[in-house]
């Protein structure tokens, strides 16, 4: 008897050992030691079991009844093994059918072309905050990873995996961030598009970085000083850098000319003009398919500079601009608030307000060929330019008639084609450039550059002048609401077959088949 019950806990503990192995590795997804530990322990104690009672196991086995349940049993195991074998293949296997009429779940010819003639793996990581979570795009970057295997996509909560953030330099949430692993570069996605993901993708796939030098010998705020320092461009510089950019300095003056892998030259904060040889190289470099940023400093007489942008139709207010509204946002009148943006990449879907203090204007005057001129963004109706620069200096701050009347131009690009500009020289050049133009050069320092919109607004020109030429445009999906319409007879038809015909009909074939044994 006591052999008995021992017999019984052996098979019983072999099973149980057995099914909780089989648990424990289905909810971790993979079998670790624990889980061989327990499926060994469960395989030796039916392996004991069999040979302690062979005479009563082999019994079991000549049995009719026994052998017609084996039978039974080894069959629902091959069913079973067939259904899950196809869902497997099924599973690696997948197609996918987009019925809506946009195509809305369905990546762009550009976009797959782009990840199919990927040469190298690349990595992308969405920083969410479950607060905020933008499971659309996430469903795009899932979409990429199945057009391309060198493509791998993980969703990171930045809240929980902070290691993760500071890895990747991410200090706030909606960011996506594509790696390479073969040469460690990054490239941060702000707009959370296809579109921008893929020119993402296109900007860290290239060889090399492109270069972006800032200009020195004029008083301007450094790049590579610390981070604490008010008026320079650390910040910027590193917000560069995220994006795959290589920032260095330029001592133009002393330069045989502009380098020649520079593919944007920056002046930002410029406390002199520009010197002869300067605007030359500049001009040649423009000439030459260059793209430049400008970032003004008012008070400061600049005629150099100022006779570069009036050739390509751009005239240089000699003024500051004054917002009372700044002081309802506890700011300073000199520091006026940029809320009015016009239709261009740069601003595209921008709604944030931007402050821009310090803030000189500009005028788009226009009229030279092969130019276009494009305003970005304009002060607010009750500002106004004070070209009174002594009083400014002193403290007073009264508009009069000699003062500019807003709205003014902020910020501005040039588009230049030089197959048709003439510079002032006689001389044309080739292919196409752009200048973009900010009146304040202050708004990007490591003081203001994270204030509402500017790190966007900044960051956005400089993507602008980098990807042109290169990068692609992507139409939007159309996500309008599609309703379904129907008649009121189809509407009938779809609420009697599910709800009455179909349950009638069971119950019918029901009674039927009752009627039928009784009657035999």
């Keep these: 008897m006591k052999n008995e019950k021992l017999n019984n806990i052996i098979v019983i503990a072999g099973i149980a050992l057995l099914v909780i192995a089989a648990l424990v590795a289905t909810v971790k997804g993979e079998f670790d030691l624990t889980g061989y530990i327990m499926a060994g322990l469960g395989a030796a104690s039916l392996v004991l079991y069999s040979i302690v009672n062979f005479e009563r196991v082999k019994g079991l ?133 296809e579109e921008g993901v893929t020119n993402g993708l296109i900007r860290i796939t290239r060889d090399g970085k492109k270069k972006i030098y800032f200009l020195t010998g004029h008083g301007e705020p450094s790049v590579s000083g610390p981070a604490n320092d008010k008026s320079g461009y650390a910040t910027l510089k590193s917000e560069l850098e995220s994006y795959n950019y290589e920032v260095s300095e330029v001592e133009l003056f002393s330069s045989p000319g502009v ?41 400061v007489n600049t005629p150099k500079l ?39 990449d740069i601003t595209k879907s921008f709604r944030t307000a931007s402050f821009m203090p310090n803030l000189r204007t500009v005028e788009l005057k226009g009229g030279v060929r092969g130019v276009e001129l494009k305003a970005l963004a304009s002060t607010n109706p009750g500002s106004w330019g004070e070209t009174n620069l002594a009083s400014i200096r002193q403290g007073q701050v009264a508009q009069d008639a000699g003062d500019l009347t807003a709205p003014l131009t902020a910020a501005a690009v040039v588009d230049i084609d030089n197959s048709v500009y003439t510079d002032p020289s006689g001389v044309t050049g080739t292919g196409k450039t752009s200048i973009v133009i900010f009146g304040s050069s202050d708004f990007a320092n490591n003081t203001y550059i994270g204030t509402s919109g500017n790190r966007d607004f900044i960051l956005n020109a400089f ?20 309703p379904l319409f129907m008649s009121k007879i189809n509407g009938r038809l779809l609420f009697l077959v599910p709800t009455i015909f179909l349950p009638l009909l069971i119950i019918g074939i029901g009674t039927l088949v009752y009627i039928r044994r009784k009657s035999s």
């Design 61 to 193: 086995f000549t049995n009719r009844a026994t052998r017609y349940g084996f039978n039974a049993a080894v069959y629902s195991i091959l069913v079973i093994g067939a259904i899950i074998l196809a869902q497997t293949i099924f599973t690696i296997h997948t197609k996918e059918f987009d019925l809506t009429k946009a195509k809305r779940h369905t990546l762009s010819e550009q976009t797959n072309m782009v990840l199919k003639n990927l040469k190298t793996d690349v990595e992308a990581y969405y920083f969410y905050s479950v607060r905020a979570r933008n499971t659309q795009i996430e469903d795009i970057l899932k979409n990429y990873g199945k057009v391309s295997p060198k493509f791998k996509f993980t969703a990171v909560d930045a809240d929980r995996s902070p290691s993760m953030a500071m890895k990747y330099k991410v200090d706030r949430y909606g960011v996506v961030v594509l790696a390479r692993p073969d040469n460690k570069s990054q490239e941060r996605v702000d707009i959370l598009t």
């Design 306 to 344: 100022s006779a570069l942008l009036l050739s390509r139709g751009v005239v240089l207010h000699n003024d500051i601009v004054v917002d009372k509204m700044g002081r309802m946002f506890g700011g300073d009148p000199l520091m006026p608030i940029i809320s009015q943006y016009e239709d261009h």
């Design 259 to 299: 380098p020649a892998d520079c593919s944007i030259l920056v002046s930002a904060g410029s406390k002199a003009d520009l010197f002869d040889n300067e605007a030359a190289a500049i001009n040649r470099y423009l000439r030459g398919n260059g793209r430049v940023v400008l970032m003004l400093n008012p008070l």
């Design 463 to 482: 993507n602008f002048l980098a990807g042109e030429g290169d990068t692609i445009a992507i139409k939007p999906k159309d996500n309008m609401f599609e």
